[in-house]
């Protein structure tokens, strides 16, 4: 009778089992490409400049709409340097000493403005990084990632250098980290996101429709 009542009471469990796997089966089936996704955030960001800011609150939200040159595999759960993917730049390669990074850019590639995306962006990108352009960053949280750049050269449209003072091996991890996005270089720092309150013209390189941001005290909604 003990091994009769065992038994029934593993069918009714391998019943369970089975009708909860059904059922998730279903729901799976069920889902949809589409609909509204909503995550919470700790804190609301000040702005919208990734460069101009210096917690996950900014970075985390924007990074989907900014682009960087290289950036970590997302589906690799560790980040490191032989997980680096390229973005907008299609392949890169040092010199034979270690101190000139060259990267060759995606082409067709536009703002949401229709301007075309050329290495002149990534040159007055990092120009602002270093305090050498005209135009200044509100703040500049990560200027000293850069003591070691030299400068940026164009090298053609879709071609530009890293020069470096020494070997840097790292420095390519650097760029592709979430806090390397590529500015416009014809949209001022004033108008890529500084102001709380709206970002109407887009930075993110693609060619898509233009978004706009908007801070609502603790909500941050952006949408096409």
Not at 35 to 47: C, E
Not at 182 to 206: A, D, K, L
Request: a neutral charge; charged letters at 20%.
């Amino acid at each position: 009778m003990q091994l009769i009542g065992r038994a029934i009471a593993f069918g009714r469990a391998m019943g369970w089992v089975a009708l909860a796997l059904a059922l998730t089966s279903s729901l799976a089936a069920a889902q949809k490409a589409g609909g509204i996704l909503k995550v919470p955030a700790g804190d609301s960001p000040a702005s919208m400049s990734i460069h101009e800011e210096s917690t996950i609150a900014a970075e985390g939200p924007m990074m989907a709409v900014f682009n960087n040159l290289v950036m970590f595999d997302q589906h690799n759960p560790q980040n490191r340097l032989e997980t680096i993917v390229p973005d907008l730049a299609d392949e890169w390669s040092w010199s034979e000493d270690g101190t000139t990074l060259t990267f060759k850019l995606r082409q067709g590639v536009k703002w949401h403005d229709g301007k075309p995306f050329t290495a002149k962006d990534v040159k007055c990108t990092w120009d602002l990084l270093q305090g050498k352009g005209t135009e200044k960053l509100r703040i500049n949280p990560r200027k000293s990632w850069y003591q070691n750049l030299v400068d940026v050269s164009i090298d053609g449209d879709f071609e530009t250098s890293f020069h470096l003072r020494r070997p840097q091996p790292a420095f390519l991890g650097l760029l592709a980290s979430g806090w390397s996005p590529v500015y416009p270089c014809h949209v001022t720092p004033s108008r890529s996101g500084r102001h709380r309150s709206e970002f109407s013209c887009s930075p993110r390189c693609c060619s898509g429709p233009p978004f706009v941001g908007v801070i609502e005290g603790p909500d941050l909604r952006v949408a096409e």
